[in-house]
């Protein structure tokens, strides 16, 4: 049993337009799904993946309108890496992002640089025989396009406390015990890697990480559960998210795990060629439409805008 690398990773806006030019205009990923957070349906939970809104690609963000930016420290995702084909990629989107007036700082095969709220972004060049899972936008060549998540970092003062559980209980590989790890699956794999935390508190909010979610068969979902369980990972009880289906807990470092089915997948309620295109309500909050509609914030389609514009 093996988890399959990052299956998504969960953010938090306080400014759902801005943030859609961003991950969909600008960095070219395709909004696949428009939906409400099932713990609050009257904010957005948006969906940012490639042309398929495959795991490995999905980038999500719950909307707190108006709430204050946080601050990543010990327990908290600090910075999200992508993988891209090469370095006239990495060229490609240093000028791009610079061009939108975002700075960036290109170092030894990575470019780093942050969205609008402050979250810590990277791409890498990254050699793999795993699938580019690619967004189609038409500003954004498909060679140069980001490929997938290749991991990432988080903050701990203990990442040794981890070790056992990365280990014996997640199957996770040492690349250099105990800060490098890797989840690799069959298919894909993913990154997960500890930097020493600043002194300061972390505090969650706008343009920080909620949880990263891992990826699991279908079929071998209950007994990961199981797995979390005796691994002393206290899982919440299978949720079924109606895209996939999801336990939560926290692996030692603190940091809010997930791991998710590889499935049923965002096409369950929507053809595969209108993903993302009006809101969807899975079907237990399907009669709140006419009241939970007119609360949300009215949200721009780059990708309509640029289809529109032509290359
Ligand atoms: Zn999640």
Redesign the pocket.
């Known amino acids: 049993m093996k988890l399959e690398g990052i ?2 990773v ?1 953010c938090v806006t306080a400014d759902a337009p801005r943030n859609v030019e961003f991950y969909a205009g600008l960095l070219g990923l395709r909004m696949v799904k428009k939906t409400v957070n099932q713990d609050d349906p009257t904010v957005y939970h948006l969906f940012y993946a490639d042309e398929h809104g495959s795991a490995g690609s999905d980038i ?1 963000f719950f909307e707190y309108p108006g709430v204050p930016r946080g601050r990543a420290g010990a327990g908290m995702v600090h910075r999200i890496t992508w993988r891209v084909g090469s370095e006239d990629a990495l060229g490609f989107w240093e000028e791009r992002l610079g061009a939108a007036g975002v700075g960036a700082e290109r170092d030894d095969g990575r470019l780093r640089f942050q969205d609008p709220e402050g979250l810590d972004l990277e791409l890498a060049q990254v050699e793999t025989d795993e699938k580019p899972l690619l967004a189609l936008h038409p500003d954004v060549p498909s060679e140069v396009a980001l490929q997938g998540f290749d991991g990432v970092r988080v903050y701990s003062r203990q990442p040794d406390a981890s070790r056992q559980f990365l280990d014996a209980t997640l199957g996770f590989t040492a690349v250099s015990a105990p800060l490098e790890w890797e989840a690799r699956g069959h298919e894909r794999s993913g990154a997960y890697a500890y930097d020493e935390a600043p002194p300061e508190r972390g505090r969650g909010g706008a343009g920080t990480v ?2 990263v ?1 891992w990826s699991a068969r279908m079929d071998e979902h209950e007994a990961w559960r199981e797995r979390v369980a005796r691994g002393g990972g206290a899982p919440t009880p299978v949720i079924d ?1 109606f895209y996939f289906r ?1 336990i ?1 807990f926290r692996e030692p470092s603190g940091v809010l795990f ?1 791991i ?1 089915t590889l499935g049923p997948g965002f096409a369950t309620d929507e053809s595969p060629e209108r993903l993302g295109e009006r809101l969807s309500l899975p079907p237990g909050f399907e009669a709140l439409r006419e009241k939970v509609e007119p609360l949300l914030t009215p949200l721009p389609n780059p990708r309509e805008r640029a289809g529109a514009q032509g290359p």
Do not use: G, P
């Open positions: 299956h998504h969960t999500t909620h949880h979610a998210r999801s939560y997930e998710a």
